[in-house]
């Protein structure tokens, strides 16, 4: 067992930005990848019987499982992204909007919208982005992972242009999403004096929320003209925003107009210097909007001073924000920089600026320092999404001789592998626009790749200097802008330290520590490198990415017969990153055997007691096994432990001569009937309580059920024979002890008959025996008797069971001259079989009443005709026999002084 020692400090190592492959360390230094995504892009309008969805897709370079759901909107679905397969989750506006109106009607007053955020969960990292694909019109954002989200915005977005428009109603909006319970949010509206927000709040009013994890706050202006930029926004906790407008003009005095939209990045993120990209095959400049996250902060453009804004974090336009052309004239690489820190938006020109195919369409642009050296990306993909022209602009430091540079790679999936080439040997070494100097002494240049798959998965990488992406597409009418990948380090803080782990305890089977981060930029993400992790579960209690400079975790083993580990990856918030290994290794152990697996006590009748044994074993040859705990797992009382030993006890390794095993006795007491079932529970030092071998037993009611017997009217002197049964309603065999002779000697036991040979004996389980009995009448009258049978099952008490005869003793018949009312029977009614209705026929010398009854052979009455006159001669009754069962049966005749008996026999 490993020693456990108070804060041991685990092995570490930092992790070098360059990347050789694919690994972890780089996938989480790529700010746009992670585990989970909340974010609600803001409404589009919509024209009815149109195509109109929002497609989410996402790629890995692991094959992770990936879910999207809206809980407020009862939306969950569940795919497995495979490494260089773009995976896509479709909804309906319906399930991933907050509201939803056509181009005419205004947006909702209501403003929170609870459960219903998008949220997307992976159980390894990914990357993902969302596309808003309506009718004639198209908007993407690359989405950002809880990771990197922040609690200070400036919304970025364009201004409402319904008085262009007649008749129309296309907000400026924004959407801000929950990631945690209780978060408070305070929103300052910005924009221009005109500005009014759907919540009637004027510009540079402030309102106070509080949401939740799922939450959406969808804000929009109301008003023709009014733009919702500069809008301040501060949380309590960390929250996604996404910005945009339902149909943008850019600039605000050309048409035509589309849906825009791009996720705003936090302040903390924020740099002083941005390279400003140009689009492909467009004529004009962008339009950009910047804002500051300082007061005065002064802004220059290619080296040139251009203005101050005066307010920082927001404000109206012209004092918060610049908004304008990016430069006049001919496209041109451009360069802003600032005394403090700026967020550069990009907006895309409409056509009728240049008369080129393209829409409107928006994204942020990524500072110099924010730049990465790798990312993963994905073109959109799906049919319905397709553009005809797809491009990543890649921003890059130029070689010596200002051509790319050889460190500059693209990676190409190809059956689930990264085939690597450089962007020079694909894409020619022509460096593309060269960029006016940041005064950082390199030279930057922007290189356009259009890609030749629309649905692969790409990725880029540098082993020396940083870069920036941005993806888009375009066709007529149409288009999509953002972000290619970002990192979203906290540039605010001043942290060059790497997080630290220390281990806090160690056992064989579990280890619990924590991680700091040093520095005080927060943890931004803690996860096990997929590919390392083995056997072992990894958890973090109450972690919410940018909020905590310290955290706790535990590791257990999942399988303790088996070696586990796993290699944890740490990041914070200014992107200082550092890694540490979980080891558990095999150690020497005991085995524990339990036989048998199942322990059938079997049919058991009701008070029994049964015994029986189970073996308990240590087959480990190197290490003693101790025995924590030994119970019944349902505890119901109907099995039990005898003798148990006092607990806990250690059995030694097998082999030796060791007494390695325990034979532990189980009892089961039978106290009613029913079927019953235990497990034996076992806890030891290798495991926590586990069930062995399984306890099964039935007891059985047992009853022993004797019919009485009733004989059939007998003449006297004459003997009537019948059988007296015993029925067994067990499943165990019932032992026969005696039958006494019945107390009246008309009757007399002649023989034993059935399953039942003699007394005592036994009768089989569900068997039938009996006693045959003899009734001699001597007089004409009523006979009664009993007789007692003495019995028992198994090892129950002995019992008495009463058996009841009766039977009738008649007088016997004279001639027709000595006693008056004399029948006969019709010699061929006497004849046998006879069928379902027989005639009865008969001749009486005098009249008289006569009844009739038929028996069968144990004395019960089948037929009964109540007596009635009859006149002298031949009398004739017939006898229904349809319900009875074939076989023998009496037919028996009387009248006053006299009677017959005669035998029938009923065929079928």
């Known amino acids: 067992m490993r020693a456990v020692v108070a804060m041991v400090l685990v092995a570490m190592s930092a992790c070098v930005p360059a990347v050789a492959q694919v690994d972890m360390p780089s996938m989480l230094d790529n700010g746009n990848a992670g585990v989970e995504f909340i974010f609600s892009m803001p409404p589009c309008y919509e024209q009815g019987g149109s195509n109109n969805v929002i497609v989410i897709f996402v790629a890995s370079v692991y094959e992770a499982e990936v879910t999207v759901r809206v809980s407020g909107r009862g939306v969950s679905k569940t795919k497995r992204t495979l490494p260089g397969k773009v995976t896509h989750f479709t909804l309906s506006p319906a399930e991933a909007q907050p509201f939803n109106k056509d181009e005419s009607q205004p947006a909702p007053i209501q403003t929170l919208y609870p459960g219903v955020a998008v949220i997307v969960q992976s159980d390894k990292p990914i990357v993902a982005y969302c596309l808003t694909r309506f009718q004639f019109t198209t908007d993407g954002a690359m989405l950002t992972p809880n990771s990197s989200l922040g609690t200070e915005y400036v919304v970025g977005s364009m201004a409402d242009m319904s008085a262009m428009y007649p008749g129309l109603n296309l907000p400026s909006e924004v959407t801000i999403s929950g990631v945690s319970d209780s978060t408070t949010v305070w929103f300052t509206l910005g924009g221009t004096s005109a500005t009014v927000a759907n919540n009637l709040m004027e510009s540079g009013q402030t309102k106070q929320y509080v949401i939740n994890k799922g939450d959406v706050l969808a804000i929009s202006t109301s008003n023709a003209g009014g733009d919702l930029s500069g809008s301040y926004i501060r949380s309590s906790k960390p929250v996604a925003v996404l910005s945009g407008n339902q149909c943008a003009n850019v600039p605000l005095d050309k048409r035509w107009c589309d849906y825009v939209v791009s996720n705003e990045a936090p302040i903390h993120s924020w740099g002083t210097a941005c390279h400003f990209p140009q689009l492909a095959e467009r004529d004009q400049n962008a339009w950009v909007k910047i804002f500051a996250a300082e007061s005065g902060a002064q802004v220059y453009r290619n080296g040139e001073y251009l203005s101050t804004l005066r307010d920082g974090k927001g404000g109206q336009a012209g004092f918060g924000y610049m908004d304008r052309q990016a430069l006049e004239g001919a496209q041109q690489p451009i360069v802003f920089t600032a005394s403090t ?79 690597w080439s450089k962007i020079r040997d694909l894409f020619g070494v022509a460096a593309g626009g060269l960029f006016p100097s940041i005064g950082d002494g390199k030279i930057w240049a922007e290189k356009r790749l259009q890609l030749p798959d629309p649905s692969g998965v790409y990725a880029i990488r540098s082993s020396g200097e940083p870069f920036a992406a941005y993806s888009y597409g375009r066709q007529d009418y149409d288009s999509y802008a953002f972000r290619t990948g970002a990192r979203m380090i906290d540039l605010s803080v001043e942290d060059s330290r790497a997080p630290m782990n220390v281990l806090t305890f160690a056992s064989s089977v579990q280890q619990t520590g924590g991680i700091v981060d040093l520095g005080g930029s927060g943890l931004a993400a803690v996860r096990l490198i997929p590919e390392s992790a083995f056997n072992l579960n990894f958890d973090i209690v109450d972690f919410l990415p940018g909020t905590l400079d310290e955290i706790a975790w535990t590791a257990t083993v999942i399988d303790p017969r088996e070696a586990a580990g796993a290699t944890v990856v740490m990041i914070d918030r200014a992107g200082n990153s550092a890694t540490f290994d979980i080891d558990f290794l095999i150690e020497p152990r005991g085995e524990l055997q339990v036989t048998p697996p199942l322990l059938n006590f079997g049919q058991i009748i009701a008070a029994d007691v049964v015994d029986s044994t189970v073996n308990i074993a240590n087959v480990g040859t190197e290490a003693q096994l101790r025995i924590e705990s030994i119970r019944l797992e349902s505890g119901s009382g109907a099995f039990e432990f005898v003798d148990l030993p006092a607990l806990p006890l250690t059995l030694p390794p097998a082999g030796d001569g060791n007494e390695n095993s325990l034979a532990l006795n189980v009892r089961f007491t039978g106290r009613e009937a029913g079927d019953f079932n235990d497990r034996i529970v076992i806890a030891t030092d290798l495991e926590d309580e586990l069930p062995y071998t399984r306890l099964v037993a039935t007891t059985n009611v047992t009853t022993l059920e004797i019919e009485p017997r009733v004989f059939k009217p007998t003449v006297i002197d004459s003997t009537d024979t019948a059988t007296c049964l015993f029925n067994i309603r067990s499943t165990v065999e019932a032992e026969i002890l005696s039958v006494s002779q019945p107390d009246d000697p008309a009757f007399v036991i002649a023989r034993y008959t059935g399953a039942l040979q003699s007394v ?34 198994g090892r129950q008490e002995v019992r ?50 006569v009844s009739m009854k038929v028996y069968d052979l144990r004395g019960s009455t089948a037929v009964n005709i109540p007596s009635r006159r009859f006149e002298v001669g031949d009398n004739v009754v017939e006898i229904d026999m349809a319900r009875m069962a074939a076989g023998a049966y009496f037919l028996h005749l009387e009248a006053p002084n006299a009677s017959a008996v005669f035998p029938l026999v009923l065929l079928r």
Do not use: W
């Open 760 to 793: 005592p004996g036994t009768l089989p389980p569900q068997a039938a025996g009996g006693v045959e009995v003899r009734f001699t009448p001597v007089e004409v009258k009523q006979y009664s008797a009993t007789m007692d049978v003495r019995y028992r099952f």
């Open 341 to 419: 820190s700026i967020s550069v938006k990009l907006f895309t020109p409409g056509q009728e600026l240049d008369n080129k195919v393209a829409d409107p369409s928006s994204m942020q642009i990524t500072p110099v320092a924010q730049y990465s050296r790798f990312v993963l990306f994905c073109a959109p993909g799906a049919p319905q999404l397709q553009f005809a022209e797809n491009f990543v602009s890649l921003v890059h430091a130029v070689d010596a001789n200002e051509e790319v540079s050889e460190d500059l790679e693209i990676g190409v999936f190809h059956d689930g592998e990264l085939v």
């Open 800 to 849: 008495t069971a009463k058996v009841n005869l009766s039977g009738e003793g008649k007088g016997r018949v004279s001639n027709v001259d000595e006693r008056p009312g004399f029948f006969n029977l019709d010699a061929s009614t006497q004849s046998s079989p006879s069928g379902p209705r027989t005639s009865v026929r008969f001749t009486l010398e005098v009249p008289i009443a």
